[in-house]
């Protein structure tokens, strides 16, 4: 269901439950493997998992996505993860700006978007 890689390049397997039960989903994977304090690790979630994104879509960097670890060192609580991607319904725009030119209120200006 699940893999974790260490930045020394080594894949550890895991296995996943999904747990609807309570104020939100979460996900617990269980990785049989000690890793060090400070190693960088990427955590791979197959689709075979049958994890679906929410159809309204994903913020980017959404404060509601966490991850905690509860190991025999001890526990880190649950803590947002600072950097996401955001992922948006279709029908939606992902970035939007609009500049105007000349920008000065009440006059005729060119927008762009």
């Known amino acids: ?3 974790l890689t260490l930045a020394s390049g ?3 397997r895991g296995s996943g439950v999904l ?3 309570g104020s939100g989903t ?3 994977f269980t990785f049989n493997s000690t890793i060090a304090a400070d190693d960088r690790v990427t955590i791979v ?3 075979t998992a049958g994890i679906s994104l929410p159809l309204e879509g994903v913020r980017q960097n959404q404060a509601s996505l966490t991850l905690a670890s509860n ?3 001890g526990e880190v609580p649950p803590t947002a993860i600072s950097d996401s991607p955001g992922v948006f319904p ?3 725009f992902t970035v939007a700006a609009l500049t105007y030119d000349p920008p000065i209120a009440g006059a005729a200006a060119n ?3």
């Open 1 to 3: 269901d699940a893999s």
């Open 10 to 12: 080594i894949v550890v």
């Open 19 to 21: 747990d609807g039960s």
């Open 26 to 28: 979460r996900v617990v």
């Open 45 to 47: 979630i197959a689709t």
């Open 71 to 73: 190991t025999p060192s």
């Open 90 to 92: 279709n029908g939606s």
């Open 111 to 113: 927008m762009t978007l």
